[in-house]
């Protein structure tokens, strides 16, 4: 996994053999922060990364001086490495959680610019992601959901679904406040 712009980028991070997740490609990375560069002042921004996993998409949107980043994964493995390469980079402004994002985001009540959302593929109920950001009200003014899931999923539905993106096997889904 590597650093695409920004103050770490070209650096490289290995996960460990048994990690549990997958990290989102960089083909798939570079067209979305090609989007969300047109889109947020990075330094200004809070973000939320859910299912975070490698930590690819925090460590990229730190790279790029996110304000605050906050990453949620519930698997030790994942937890271990993104708290391993917090402390490397002696990221201040990273704030890891273990736990499951669904309860993260029963208790939440910060609101992010951004929040970034890649479950697993097969996983049931990705829509309630949707559904409990919005009811909850997590996002600032402006401020961009987006999940990353497999074609077999669909989030037109939603009120605040704006736009699908495809880059290869892999969607983002994006949702704007209404």
């Not at 650093?3 to 650096?11: D, P």
């Not at 997590?138 to 669909?154: A, F, K």
Request: with cysteine.
């Amino acid at each position: 996994m590597r650093v695409i712009s920004g103050k770490y980028k070209g650096r490289r991070f290995s996960p460990p053999r048994n990690f549990p997740s997958r990290p989102t490609t960089d083909f798939a990375k570079s067209a979305l922060f090609n989007i969300l560069n047109n889109q947020f002042d990075f330094e200004t921004c809070k973000v939320l990364d859910l299912f975070s996993g490698t930590g690819s998409i925090a460590l990229e949107c730190i790279s790029r001086g996110a304000l605050n980043v906050t990453s949620v994964d519930n698997h030790t493995v994942s937890v271990k490495f993104l708290n391993k390469m917090r402390a490397e980079l002696n990221e201040k402004n990273w704030h890891i959680h273990k736990g499951d994002a669904f309860e993260f985001l029963k208790h939440e009540s910060n609101k992010y610019d951004i929040i970034f959302a890649d479950p697993p593929f097969a996983m049931q109920g990705q829509q309630l992601i949707a559904a409990m950001v919005f009811e909850k009200q997590l996002l600032n003014p402006d401020g961009l959901l987006i999940i990353e899931h497999g074609r077999e999923n669909s989030f037109e539905n939603i009120t605040q679904f704006k736009e699908m993106r495809n880059y290869g096997g892999v969607q983002f889904s994006f949702f704007e406040s209404t």
